[in-house]
């Protein structure tokens, strides 16, 4: 493929009337709407309640993800379960997934070193977020960090200045029209991993354990 061109994208992968989450899960599996596939140990598709009210999107599969297959059962998934808890959101009414559902790396000696996904990866995998939401139908998105506030949000969308308000999404997204779905409430936070990296992790994991409490309020 030369560089110019946009990867292809995920649509073709997506069924056209997905019955379940685990139907999803498994053409999911298949994907090759970009080049993240190639590297990547498998498809991390998302998982939680079927009939969730609150899903959670995060940036993309982590080295544990990968190797496991399940999104958020490494360290960032270990304190954001801590966080739900402490929040006093019952895990049963949850849903969790990614932005970008292969994990980016780049090989350092014999170490696989996270990478951000770039714009096209997220646009690519964009289609299995629409149908995910399609199919559950949630009463509010929680958003952690960046990349997925860039993801559901814009490119304009800075975690430090949009998080902790509670918004309309897809009507507060740049494109609202890339997202056909429902209307629903939508709140950012800062990423797990942000917690575990910030200097002050104690205050951070405060403000996460806030704005999820907020969030819980909303659909409450
Ligand atoms: N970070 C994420 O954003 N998602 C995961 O699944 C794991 C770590
Ligand atoms: Fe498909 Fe998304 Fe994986 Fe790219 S990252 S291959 S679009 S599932």
């Known amino acids: 493929m030369p560089w110019t061109e946009a990867p292809a994208g995920a649509q073709q992968w997506v069924p056209p009337h997905p019955q379940s989450i685990d139907a999803l899960k498994q053409s999911a599996a298949d994907c090759r709407g970009?080049?993240?596939?190639e590297?990547?140990?498998?498809t991390v598709f998302g998982r939680g309640a079927p009939h969730a009210r609150i899903v959670f999107v995060g940036e993309q599969p982590g080295d544990v993800e990968d190797r496991h297959g399940l999104p958020f059962v490494g360290p960032a998934g270990r304190l954001?379960?801590?966080a739900v808890d402490d929040a006093g959101i019952d895990p049963a009414d949850l849903y969790i997934t990614n932005a970008v559902k292969h994990f980016r790396f780049e090989m350092r000696g014999s170490r696989r070193i996270h990478q951000n996904p770039g714009p096209t990866h997220i646009a690519a995998?964009?289609?299995?977020?629409?149908?995910?939401?399609?199919l559950l139908n949630p009463q509010m998105v929680v958003i952690l960090g960046a990349t997925a506030g860039r993801a559901l949000l814009g490119s304009s969308f800075r975690v430090t200045r949009d998080r902790g308000k509670l918004?309309?999404?897809?009507?507060?997204?740049?494109?609202?029209e890339d997202f056909p779905v429902a209307e629903i409430q939508a709140?950012?936070?800062f990423h797990p991993s942000a917690v575990l990296r910030a200097d002050d992790r104690e205050t951070a994991y405060r403000v996460l354990v806030d704005d999820l409490?907020?969030?819980?309020?909303?659909v409450a």
Do not use: G, I, K
């Open 167 to 176: 918004m309309s999404w897809p009507a507060a997204s740049e494109h609202p």
């Open 213 to 218: 409490r907020t969030a819980a309020a909303a």
């Open 34 to 37: 970009c080049e993240l596939h």
């Open 39 to 42: 590297n990547a140990t498998q």
């Open 125 to 134: 995998c964009r289609p299995w977020l629409v149908a995910e939401f399609s």
């Open 187 to 189: 709140l950012a936070t």
């Open 80 to 82: 954001l379960r801590e």
